[in-house]
């Protein structure tokens, strides 16, 4: 083309002057050029970075798109073995980064946090929030640190967690119930265990408005959780909204209509048990002694109203705020629980062994004939390692939430411009024979001899299923309580077994929160 463009000049040579006019053209073209080149080499060289990281060309206008399998996480750990542990690739009009080794995610997540601090939403997360009226998906700054303090210090904290454990105590003990009831016939664990992880989660957001509800209350439990459910798989779907922006205006794939949908439903939820509880909290101030909530035992829709009547002038919450949160909760924590239960539940399946030893833990420390207890769970070291095993081959984020740089910066030696689109494949690491000895087997006990040095803090580069870094994941206590409660229950209700004929699978499926690609079918026999 180039070349095509100089022949044009020269096709319009006709005499002397006009040569002499186009030759200076020419000397101001090359000098604009040249200057053009030390100006570009000059600000690679500023920011100490000379080039993009490595990675596929991939093809004009569609970039990567067409090469990527479904599996994203696989196909990003298969690119890395070919550019390295810092990789660029377009995704449509996006430039994104992937970094895949601890290495790569320590030099960004952490020494340079606050940077990498803004998660790059999905075009379908602001319609969920009210426009990232919650924690996930606001941009990091007053708001988000506001919301993320109030959640820290009101709503996951040891002692709201440990006040509301006689509520969590009673779901579990009814799950274990049903499956009392089903001895001997296959039980779909997936939703066994999703509907004991979102009664859990109603009863910690809102329990004091089911206490009296019943049927009723598991109505909404089943209709709430697969709506949840649908909408965490909105949230991981591809969307060409996401990849051309300039297009996202006409909702291509119909996503943003789906989760409209969603929101209508779980706006219709959320009023009601807020006008509920705004009138239990009228009838509390007028007196009568029946409405006044514990204090001790506040759930966490109580904590926020609060908050919102009595503002913290330094953290002031809105009610677009409250529900921005309850959907935090809602979406962050049962999906999340539920599939890592599911998953340590095939992978025992699949190794009856290790099952045995787990379960003879259980029976030491709870006694036979005995109800697992939240007290119980410090004293099941075994489990607690099968639980960060399964968390590490199966994280159930593969990808964390993508991070979108606020400025410029460098990353191994390579240039990450502002606003890219950054993953961080923690599967890949998790899973890497370089960083992990016999890294694709399940060997709950290597969690015995790296006690101390491996844990879910973030500070671990190499195991990373929480995240790391100022986005780290505000509800890991929660999260390990509910896990290990759920697990211990379920295996020591029950000797658990495959349907005859039924082999056991791990496969995966990848989305944000990425699940067993079958449900798990599993038998309950009597112990
Ligand atoms: C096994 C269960 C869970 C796993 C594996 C998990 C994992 C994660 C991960 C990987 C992130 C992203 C971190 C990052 O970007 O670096 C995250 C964020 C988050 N999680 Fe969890 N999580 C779990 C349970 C929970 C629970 C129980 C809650 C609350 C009830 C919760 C609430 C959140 C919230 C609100 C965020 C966004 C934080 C922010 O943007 O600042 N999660 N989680």
């Not at 049962?334 to 029976?363: C, F, G, H």
Request: glycine content about 8%.
């Amino acid at each position: 083309m180039t070349l095509n463009t100089l022949s044009w000049w020269r096709n319009g040579e006709e005499d002397e002057s006009k040569s002499s006019a186009s030759s200076s053209l020419m000397a101001v073209l090359a000098s604009v050029l040249a200057v053009s080149i030390v100006f570009y080499l000059f600000r690679r060289t500023k920011n100490g970075a000379r080039l993009l990281p490595p990675g596929p060309r991939g093809l004009p206008l569609l970039g990567s798109l067409p090469f990527l399998g479904s599996d994203l996480h696989v196909s990003f750990a298969e690119l890395a073995r070919t550019y390295g542990p810092v990789m660029s690739l377009r995704l449509g009009a996006k430039l994104c980064i992937v970094l895949s080794s601890p290495e790569t995610v320590k030099e960004a997540l952490r020494d340079q946090d606050a940077i990498f601090a803004n998660h790059d939403g999905p075009v379908v997360a602001l319609v969920q929030t009210y426009g990232g009226k919650d924690m996930t998906w606001a941009p990091y700054g007053p708001q988000w640190r506001m919301l993320r303090k109030v959640t820290m210090r009101q709503l996951l904290s040891p002692a709201t967690i440990d006040g509301l454990s006689v509520m969590r105590q009673g779901e579990i003990w009814r799950m274990v119930e049903e499956i009392r009831g089903k001895a001997g016939q296959p039980v779909n664990l997936r939703e066994l265990v999703s509907a004991a992880t979102f009664n859990v989660t109603m009863v910690m957001l809102w329990g004091a408005s089911l206490a009296h509800k019943g049927e009723e209350r598991d109505a909404l439990g089943r209709e709430f959780g697969k709506a949840v459910e649908d909408m965490v798989d909105l949230l991981g779907a591809p969307n060409i909204s996401d990849f051309y922006p300039a297009l996202a205006w006409l909702d291509l794939q119909g996503l943003v209509r789906r989760m409209r949908r969603f929101l209508l439903l779980a706006d219709r939820i959320f009023n009601s048990v807020i006008e509920e509880r705004l009138m239990m909290m009228e009838s509390c101030r007028e007196g009568d002694p029946a409405a006044a909530m514990d204090k001790k035992n506040r759930d966490f829709l109580q904590v926020m109203l609060d908050l919102v009547q009595n503002p913290d002038p330094q953290a002031p919450m809105t009610m677009d705020n409250t529900k921005g949160l309850l959907q935090d909760l809602v979406a962050g924590g049962t999906d999340t629980t539920s599939t890592t239960v599911e998953w340590a539940m095939a992978e025992l399946l699949n190794d009856p062994e290790r099952m045995k030893t787990t379960q003879a833990e259980i029976a030491a420390v709870v006694g036979e004939g005995n109800a697992v207890e939240e007290v119980h769970l410090p004293r099941l070291r075994y489990l607690d390692t099968v639980v960060r095993e399964t968390l590490r081959l199966h994280p159930v984020l593969p990808l964390l939430v993508p991070r979108r740089p606020s400025t410029t910066c460098t990353v191994a030696g390579y240039r990450i411009p502002e606003g890219t689109k950054v993953f961080v494949n923690v599967w890949a690491i998790h899973r890497d024979p370089q960083v992990w000895e016999n890294a694709s087997e399940f060997k709950p006990e290597r969690f015995l001899h790296e006690a101390g040095t491996v844990d879910y803090s973030g500070n671990t580069f190499r195991y990373l299923p929480f995240g790391t870094g100022r986005r780290i994941c505000p509800g890991i206590s929660l999260a390990e309580r509910m896990v290990m409660f759920i697990l211990a229950s379920l295996l020591h209700s029950a000797d658990w077994t495959l349907p005859a004929g039924v082999a056991p699978d791990l496969n995966e499926k990848f989305g944000l929160v990425m699940r067993k690609e079958k449900a798990l079918v599993a038998v309950p026999n009597p112990r």
